[in-house]
C-alpha cells in the first residue's frame, strides 16, 4: 500500500494512516461538515491520484447540497514566502470553480487566525493589524483531467500554522471531487511586476482626415514614453472625432494604415498602444480597440459589445468576444466607452484573466469606470474627450478599490501610474476579494 506524501521545504514526509469519524485518512487529516445532517463521504484512496501516491475523496449521495471538507494543519514561519499546489479531479458536478475549491487560513501561536503585518488594504487606519483572512488558490493548468490549483503567499510574520482546507460544496446529486498531491514549499520571494500605464487626455480637434488626426498623438506618446511607460491608452474613434464624415468613411481593415501608423511608433518608443479604431471587415463596420505592440505588430482587437444609439443608427454591428491578450507585462483586455455602463463587460474580461482593461471612451460617468475596476479588482485605464470641467468622464488609471491612481486635468497631458502586478490589495474582512471572485460570484442562467 502506497502512503499519503506531503511535500515540505523540499523534503518528502511519509505520513501514517489513522481512522478520523470512522473512515481511514492519512496522518493529520481530518474531515468536517457545517451540519452532520449534509455531511457527505470522505474516502481515502492510497493508489490513487495524479501520480498515484493517494488521493482524498469527497463523495455525495443522491441529495443535492452536500457539504464538506478534508483539513490539515502544517507548520509555517512567519514572513516565508510558500508555492501551494493540489491536484483536483471532479465528477458530476456542473459548477466546479464554487464547488471545489481550496482555503488556506494563516494561524499565530496561539491557534488564532494572524494579522497581517503591512498597511496594504483598503481604507486602512494607523495602528490597526487587520486579520489575515483566508486565501483562495486559482486555478491553474489542466492534465490528464486533473486541474492544479496553486498560488504563491507571503505568511503572515505573526503566522505560526497554516490550515489547508480542501471542499467540496453544494454539489449535486451523486458528485464527487478527488484531492491529490498536496504541496506547500517554501520558495523565493515573489518579485514585483512593476507596469506604468499612462492615459493620454486630449481632443484631436486639428485637421478633417483620418490621418490628420491620428498624427496628433505622436508627440503625446512621445511624452507618455519619456516617462517610461508600458502602455499608452487613447481615446475612442480617434481617426473619426470632429472629421464630419460618417463611421463608414473612416473605417479599415486590422491591420490597417492606423495600426501600420501607431505600430512605428509603439516601436520606436518600446511599449504597448491601444487605439479607439473604426475596423472594416467586408460589409461590416465594428468599434473597435486595438492592441499594437512594441514590436510594431497589431497584437489584437476589441469590438464593442454594447452599442449606443447613435451607433446603432449609424449601421455599426455589435462584437460578441471578450479576448485578453498576453503581454511581457501581464494579460490585457480592451472595452469601449459604453461598455462600461454595464457590469458585463469587465467582467468578462476578468473571468479570462484581465490584470489590466485599457478603456477608449468618449464619455461615461466616471463612477461607472470605478466600479469596473472595484468590482473586478483589475486596473482599468480610460482615455476620454470629456473636458474635466464637466463634472463627467475622466483620463485615469482606476486601482483596485476603484479610487484613481492618477487622472490628466488639462488637454494634451498624458497621467502615468505606476503598479505592481503581483501585489493584491487586501480588505477589511474580506482579505484578497480579488481570489475569491471566482469561488463567490453567483451562478447566472443565460435565458432569452
Not at 123 to 140: H, I, K, L, V
Not at 272 to 293: F, K, S
Not at 322 to 328: G, N, Q
Not at 376 to 386: A, K, L, W
Request: proline share 7%; charged share 20%; aromatic share 10%.
Amino acid at each position: 500500500m502506497k502512503l499519503w506524501t506531503f511535500v515540505m521545504a523540499g523534503l518528502v514526509l511519509s505520513a501514517g494512516l489513522e481512522v478520523v469519524a470512522g473512515e481511514l485518512a492519512p496522518e493529520g487529516w481530518t474531515t468536517h461538515s457545517p451540519r452532520e445532517e449534509i455531511r457527505p463521504s470522505f474516502e481515502w484512496l492510497p493508489e490513487a491520484g495524479k501520480t498515484a501516491h493517494g488521493a482524498l475523496k469527497i463523495s455525495s449521495d443522491q441529495r443535492p447540497g452536500l457539504m464538506g471538507s478534508w483539513q490539515k494543519t502544517f507548520p509555517v514561519k512567519g514572513g516565508q514566502t510558500y508555492r501551494f499546489s493540489v491536484w483536483r479531479q471532479t465528477s458530476g458536478l456542473e459548477h466546479v470553480r464554487r464547488a471545489a475549491m481550496a482555503r488556506l487560513i494563516w494561524l499565530d501561536e496561539n491557534g488564532k487566525q494572524a494579522t497581517r503585518d503591512e498597511p496594504t488594504f483598503a481604507s486602512y487606519r494607523p495602528g490597526t493589524n487587520p486579520r489575515a483572512e483566508p486565501e483562495f488558490p486559482a486555478d491553474g493548468t489542466t492534465e490528464a483531467g486533473w486541474t492544479e490549483l496553486t498560488a504563491t503567499y507571503q505568511a503572515p510574520q505573526l503566522a505560526k500554522s497554516v490550515v489547508v482546507e480542501l471542499h467540496f460544496r453544494w454539489a449535486e446529486p451523486d458528485s464527487s471531487v478527488t484531492w491529490s498531491d498536496v504541496s506547500l514549499e517554501p520558495v523565493t520571494q515573489q518579485a514585483p511586476r512593476i507596469v506604468r500605464l499612462a492615459t493620454v487626455h486630449f481632443q484631436p480637434r486639428e485637421g478633417s482626415t483620418p490621418q490628420e488626426k491620428r498624427e496628433q498623438f505622436a508627440p503625446l506618446i512621445q511624452n507618455a514614453a519619456e516617462q517610461g511607460a508600458d502602455l499608452v491608452v487613447l481615446p475612442e474613434t480617434l481617426t473619426y472625432y470632429g472629421t464630419g464624415l460618417t463611421y463608414a468613411d473612416c473605417a479599415e481593415p486590422m491591420p490597417g494604415p492606423s495600426t501600420d501608423y501607431f505600430g512605428q511608433l509603439a516601436k520606436q518608443h518600446d511599449l504597448y498602444i491601444v487605439a479607439g479604431l473604426i475596423e472594416r471587415d467586408e460589409h461590416l463596420i465594428y468599434n473597435v480597440a486595438a492592441l499594437i505592440g512594441p514590436d510594431g505588430k497589431l497584437v489584437g482587437t476589441y469590438r464593442k459589445v454594447t452599442l449606443p444609439r447613435g451607433e446603432i443608427e449609424g449601421g455599426v454591428m455589435p462584437g460578441h468576444e471578450y479576448p485578453v491578450f498576453e503581454t511581457r507585462f501581464g494579460k490585457v483586455g480592451m472595452m469601449v466607452c459604453y461598455d462600461g455602463f454595464f457590469p458585463e463587460v469587465a467582467r468578462e474580461l476578468s473571468n479570462r484573466g484581465a490584470e489590466v482593461i485599457a478603456w477608449p471612451v468618449w464619455g461615461c460617468n466616471p463612477m461607472l469606470g470605478a466600479a469596473r475596476a472595484c468590482e473586478n479588482h483589475t486596473y482599468v485605464v480610460s482615455s476620454t474627450y470629456t473636458d474635466t470641467s464637466s463634472d463627467w468622464m475622466i483620463s485615469a488609471i482606476f486601482g483596485h478599490d476603484g479610487k484613481p491612481l492618477a487622472k490628466a486635468h488639462d488637454w494634451g497631458t498624458v497621467a502615468i501610474a505606476e503598479v505592481d502586478l503581483n501585489k493584491p490589495l487586501y480588505w477589511h474582512s474580506l482579505g484578497d476579494f480579488k481570489a475569491q471572485i471566482e469561488r463567490h460570484r453567483p451562478i447566472v442562467d443565460v435565458k432569452p
